[in-house]
């Protein structure tokens, strides 16, 4: 069957709608941004979801090895020295802007946390949600969605080997955004321990694989706490794609790296962050990107970066290894003291970030 599918008529002035040119005049260079930062991580997409994860029961026959709050959960295979690490993602706001953009970054983020723990993607199944596809804009976004999908499933060699769609979900007759979620399954080979967690270590060196890029289109940033919600997705380049996931899993394998956490929502200030308080350590970083401004580097989303804690002996050899694998890298600064510090950016102690973080959704429920 096919449908008629109709590039909805609003799309072009949606995306033309970048936020970065009023966030740039509204924060310019040598603008604090602690108290941003401080609201980001207490918005619910971003806060810690323990209030939620607590309430159920995770460890699966006892075969969890990194469970909520990890970028992937790892099981092992008993019997054997193997584990699976599973990662579920998805981004509604990414998919309005863009549908087939959208669908791409969907299934970068699930392969990306996947790689985090060190496993080899190996499939996808997915969740495709969407409004009446009776109307041909529906039908135009769920056709893109498809096809962005599957173009990165080809290019990151795995397939696609269940799911499920539902359509039909609108209040009245506003239709849904477009919401396709992946989940991505890899294997760890040998799981010689727990995979690194995403968090700092006391004198380690801060480093970013990946290019910081002035992307604040469908950032949590800029949608939710400014109400800038046009623009356009981050750029989802699949071969770099799959080289920063290549480079990141044989990191882990190697054990050349004691922590590390994607870029996803939030953007850099946010993953590095939660990275602080979870290794309950602060930082000294300066996060100066071409290109971009201070607020820019701090709360874009671009895809494809990874955060990585690393024991200073071993900085050399791994940026030695992502310029072989063409990915880009840089060493930010040093994880130490109390203190969550950008130059020129935020200074906020690790005290209150961590309130921050941890208490909003608490604080929300009881609200409720």
């Not at 069957?1 to 072009?12: C, E, F, I, K, L």
């Not at 699976?84 to 946390?113: H, Q, W, Y």
């Not at 996931?245 to 590390?260: D, I, K, T, W």
Request: one cysteine or more.
């Amino acid at each position: 069957m096919r449908r008629p599918a109709t590039r909805p008529a609003g799309q072009d002035a949606l995306q033309a709608a970048d936020p970065g040119p009023q966030l740039r005049d509204k924060f310019p260079a040598g603008a604090d941004l602690s108290g941003e930062l401080l609201v980001l991580l207490a918005t619910p997409t971003i806060a810690d979801k323990t209030w939620v994860s607590r309430q159920y029961d995770h460890q699966l026959f006892l075969n969890t090895v990194a469970g909520p709050g990890a970028d992937a959960a790892v099981l092992r295979v008993k019997g054997t020295t193997k584990a699976i690490a599973m990662s579920t993602d998805g981004k509604a706001r990414f998919c309005r802007l863009d549908p087939r953009t959208g669908a791409r970054l969907a299934v970068l983020e699930a392969a990306r946390n996947v790689a985090c723990s060190g496993a080899r993607p190996l499939a996808l199944v997915n969740c495709l949600n969407f409004g009446n596809p009776e109307r041909a804009e529906v039908m135009w976004q769920f056709s893109e969605v498809v096809d962005g999908m599957s173009e990165a499933c080809r290019a990151l060699g795995f397939p696609v080997i269940g799911g499920n769609v539902s359509f039909y979900n609108a209040s009245g007759d506003d239709d849904i955004h477009p919401t396709p979620i992946a989940g991505v399954i890899g294997l760890i080979d040998d799981l010689a321990g727990r995979p690194p967690a995403a968090s700092l270590r006391a004198g380690d060196d801060v480093v970013v694989l990946g290019e910081i890029r002035p992307e604040l289109g469908g950032s949590e940033w800029a949608a939710v706490m400014h109400g800038l919600d046009g623009g356009r997705p981050p750029a989802a380049n699949l071969e770099r794609a799959r080289a920063t996931h290549e480079l990141v899993a044989s990191l882990v394998r190697e054990q050349m790296v004691a922590g590390l956490h994607d870029v996803s929502d939030g953007g850099l200030a946010v993953a590095l962050a939660e990275m602080a308080v979870a290794g309950e350590v602060g930082f000294k970083v300066e996060l100066i990107f071409e290109g971009c401004m201070p607020a820019e580097a701090c709360f874009a989303e671009p895809a494809s970066v990874v955060v990585c804690s690393v024991d200073p002996q071993y900085t050399a050899a791994v940026c030695g290894l992502a310029a072989a694998a063409g990915v880009p890298v840089r060493v930010l600064g040093v994880a130490t003291g109390g203190r969550l510090i950008a130059k020129g950016a935020f200074d906020v102690s690790v005290a209150d970030a961590a309130h921050a973080w941890r208490d909003a959704l608490p604080a929300l429920m009881r609200a409720e």
